[in-house]
């Protein structure tokens, strides 16, 4: 148990949010979390189940005298929320955010912040399909990367570092890199494709010669898989494409590349070129479970146990 | 404990087939069940495990006197098999197979096929990213779709009956479906979306501005997923798109004509397109869930223990 901050907010209660509240609980990291959430039914809900120390009823009350203030609402809705909390904000006091796109919500962010308050932004790769305040579990960050992204090089170091001691204290393992970068890495491990994913169950969805209880009997040939990511929050996913714009449709431009040639290797029966593609794809998936970053159970050991 | 077949031939001994012999012991299906593997290799690991009641060193002689042959290689190689195994098959036995494609394996197999023995394809909507003889295990089909595709409109429907209670008893449900419309359905449900997701995979290891290493690291924020399914056995795979390559170019067609409309969103900045688009796809996956295809766990229960 190691106090590493008196006061921590956290703005916006959904999966990162409360997953962050349990977290901190488990290392007895803060002194108080306070938390603030847009909806009513939200607040009610993070009362009910016991999600924060203090729920407040604006962002304004939650963040005044925090010596750290967490944004968790969705890229797009930053910037209003840092005009709304900057008047209460303490002298040296740090706001950081769990965004998925960085360089848009340092933009966002950073004009409204006052001389005295640290900004340093973050990502926790981490999450579920399910959102909301009831959707947080403590171990969501337990071997996960989070992403410290110092909005400009002038940043404070130990406001810096406290934060990493923060989600280390939470679990994670902590990496820092630029916003550039950052965005980019993730245009490809996340953004891209959740948005094939969203692409392919609408595909599968409209197709008037297959039924949809057809694709819903007959999902388990691989389907359902995409299924999971395109059941992600929509609007933290429509601000993710609208803010990360560039990098995305740099992703997008490559993968249609290479799947126009895929496309040809079939129309002309090249199955050399098809099954070297497929060979060589194996390699990036043993990478990933021998970091820990996936298990290696068949079928992500949903099925039934093995004998 | 119902016997359904005294004989069944297994040509072929990898995830599905030897799923399949431990699903029929675990049921108590069959009398004996004999196997054939091409490589020496694969043959000898089927008798250090026990996979088969009797492991044979060519397909004519598992198949001799069988009831019930079932071809369980890829779709490519089914031909070839067909046409060693037909001196042998004895008048009154079935042929069936667990291709993915459906329309190309009748045309490969059925001329070889000698009057009196009943054809009738099959397809079991299973499977994991593991491959080979080790990789079975006797739940694979419980709960999941088999679809029978009888090979034309004179297939001997109590060969039929027999071949569904055999799947029935290996735990699955059973549909029956005409060639050309499985063929469709399955380039919807499972091959557009392998190659979809092999295309993804090649993209992020082909890019030199991403580390490997960045792509591994960060892999928990979606790309993992596509790993899983890129993983599976490339033969496999090769022959799939190779025999059902006018469906899988058609959904591919779809696909990315809807590619390029989010895409343009993005492009554009239209949120609201994207943002109902991403709403509409949630339904499909509540609807998998609900018909037990899914598990409704946070990202398939792999993650820590919710609390």
């Known amino acids: 148990m190691t106090r590493i901050y008196d006061r921590v907010a956290l703005i916006g209660l959904g999966l990162i949010a409360s997953s962050m509240y349990w ?4 290392g007895g ?4 979390v306070t938390g603030y959430a847009r909806t009513e039914a939200t607040r009610e809900k993070a009362r009910e189940i016991g999600l924060c120390d203090r729920v407040c009823d604006s962002a304004a009350e939650a963040a005044e005298g925090a010596d750290l203030v967490v944004l968790c609402v969705p890229v797009g809705a930053m910037g209003a929320v840092a005009e709304e909390i900057a008047p209460v904000l303490k002298p040296g006091a740090t706001v950081s955010d769990v965004g998925s796109v960085k360089r848009s919500v340092i933009e966002a962010v950073a004009p409204h912040l006052p001389e005295g308050v640290h900004f340093v932004p973050a990502h926790p790769l981490a999450g579920t399909e399910h959102s909301g305040p009831e959707s947080g579990f403590a ?13 400009d090089e002038d940043t404070d170091a130990e406001a810096v570092a406290t934060l990493r001691a923060l989600w280390e204290g939470m679990g994670a393992n902590v990496d820092e890199m630029d916003a550039d970068h950052h965005d980019l890495v993730l245009a490809v491990t996340s953004h891209t494709p959740h948005l094939i994913a969203y692409t392919m169950v609408g595909v599968a969805d409209d197709l008037r010669r297959v039924t949809d ?17 395109a059941a992600s929050d929509p609007t933290m996913w ?3 494409f609208l803010t990360n714009k560039d990098a995305t449709l740099e992703i997008l431009g490559r993968f249609t590349e290479e799947l126009f040639a895929l496309q040809r290797a079939i129309r002309t029966g090249d199955g050399d070129h098809l099954f070297e593609y497929f060979t060589h794809t194996r390699a990036i998936r043993r990478g990933i479970i021998e970091a820990g970053q996936d298990t290696d159970a068949p079928d992500f050991g949903r099925g039934a146990p093995r004998k």
């Not at 977290?23 to 488990?26: F, M, T």
């Not at 990291?29 to 108080?32: A, I, P």
């Not at 171990?139 to 909005?151: A, G, K, T």
């Not at 209880?213 to 990511?229: C, H, L, N, P």
């Open 213 to 229: 209880s057809e694709v819903i009997k007959y999902s388990a040939a691989g389907f359902r898989d995409f299924t999971r990511i």
């Open 238 to 240: 429509r601000d993710v």
């Open 139 to 151: 171990e969501l960050f337990d071997n996960r990367w989070c992403i410290i992204v110092p909005s």
């Open 23 to 26: 977290a901190i609980k488990r």
């Open 29 to 32: 990291l803060v002194g108080e």
